[in-house]
């Protein structure tokens, strides 16, 4: 599993438009204590722990998701138990728990015959449950995603050879709320591209609904220079990032990956718009 340090290119990309950004390690993850992960069962916990915090202190409004690997998972699980959370950025999560070991097992252990797998798999079952205290059987995200209508937007890459990005693909099928799906480059960890992370700067700013958040407050235009943004981010210009998306003007956009970022943003304004106009 990974860590909060994975976040860290993201602060600057966030920050300017007052997204404040909270990182944790998951207990076994990081600094964290524990000796074990359960990939989304008990980090589920962690997670409501920490909402709880946040609502605690009286300077959170609202609070979106933002999750990869485990951490989408964990997301997933939590969403249909909290319906006031605000947004959800899920990328490259998991379907099903044992299909993904089963697919695993198939790509890694091709010459080992089918019967050695299944005692194997039988014992790494029973070593989880008696050491994490959960079951593998449980862990089934897709079994949440239909009863879960908060606003998602899934990211898979192409060449994800660790979690299929078929998976993503079923779980944006399935989901019951408002969702998008991007495709990107690349496999599990490589670095997301300029037009997804532009397409969730503007899915947050949306779904938190940034400009309603601090009265009077008007939003600059990020000075790349001086915030030095990392190489694979591209600051939005604030004219492009509108609750309304009929007034983006597509025109004061040079960048191609940006642009096709707001294209992106706008399939969901379009379909439903359409939809009204024959319904």
Known sequence: SSSRIEAIP??????PSDITLFCFDFAGSGLSEGEYVSLGWWEREDLKVVIEYL????????IALWGRSMGAVTALLHADRDPSIAGLVLDSPFASMNRLTEELLNKYASNVPGFVLSVLLWFVKKSIKSR???SMDDLVPIDHVGSAFIPAQFIVANADDFICPSHGVLLYEQYAGDKH????????NSKRPNHALSTIYIFLFNTLMVSTLLPGHKLQ?????????PKHVIPPPVSMIVLDPKEANLEEVEDEDLKKAIKDSLV???LENEQSKFG
């Open 221 to 229: 235009i990020p000075n790349v220079s001086k915030l030095a943004y």
């Open 132 to 134: 994490a205290n959960f």
């Open 10 to 15: 993201y602060v600057s990309l966030l920050l």
């Open 268 to 270: 969901t304004y379009e």
């Open 55 to 62: 609502r605690g202190t009286g300077r959170v409004s609202s």
């Open 181 to 188: 799906l991007v495709k990107v480059e690349g496999d599990h």
